[in-house]
């Protein structure tokens, strides 16, 4: 052997192999991206579901505020409440409010129709109505039913437009 050729030698390296991909495909990211967007999808849909029953509820919540204003204003007038001056033939809708007159119970009733019916939650339309039935119950107390409609639409599918809360109490 010659000593030119021995220096000559050459280093030992690996021929290159075919090895297993080592990374991510375009794809596996294109699937990862889709399965994202239907999960997102998904989450939208369940946000506006979950406002449009929150909204509902606020609404019950708010019908169910208003009866009891009425029920504590005919308590502190309880007087006026066994005699039937709060009772209305027809429901008050909230879009055309009694005028006050010069009676408690006339003046409380338009600030009910006007304060809790015709709030920004039920909203002052036709469809939002009040009724208020009361009758003498033994010597110093009332029978009252406070019956509050109001346009529930905004439920969305299977939700009912026309809800009713229905409050009856002793006075």
Do not use: H
């Not at 946000?47 to 502190?76: C, E, F, G, K, P």
């Not at 005699?83 to 338009?110: K, R």
């Not at 029978?143 to 639409?153: M, N, R």
């Amino acid at each position: 052997m010659n000593n030119s050729s021995a220096g000559r030698m050459r280093s030992a390296r690996p021929r290159p192999t075919v090895t297993a991909q080592s990374g991510v495909g375009l794809i596996e990211v294109l699937i990862a991206v889709l399965v994202l967007s239907i999960a997102f999808l998904g989450i939208a849909a369940l946000q506006a579901v979950s406002l449009s029953t929150n909204n509902s509820a606020m609404a019950r919540s708010m019908a169910t505020i208003a009866s009891y204003s009425i029920l504590d204003a005919m308590r502190a007038d309880i007087g006026g409440a066994r005699s039937g001056a709060y009772n209305t033939s027809t429901p008050i809708a909230a879009n055309a409010c009694p005028a006050a007159s010069g009676s408690l119970a006339s003046f409380q009733l338009n600030r009910w129709c006007s304060d809790e019916l015709g709030n920004k939650s039920l909203g002052a339309v036709a469809s939002t109505t009040g009724k208020i039935a009361c009758t003498a119950a033994g010597t110093a107390s009332a029978e009252c039913t406070v019956t509050i409609t109001f346009d529930d639409s905004r439920t969305g599918a299977g939700g009912s437009s026309s809800q009713q809360v229905i409050t009856k109490a002793m006075l």
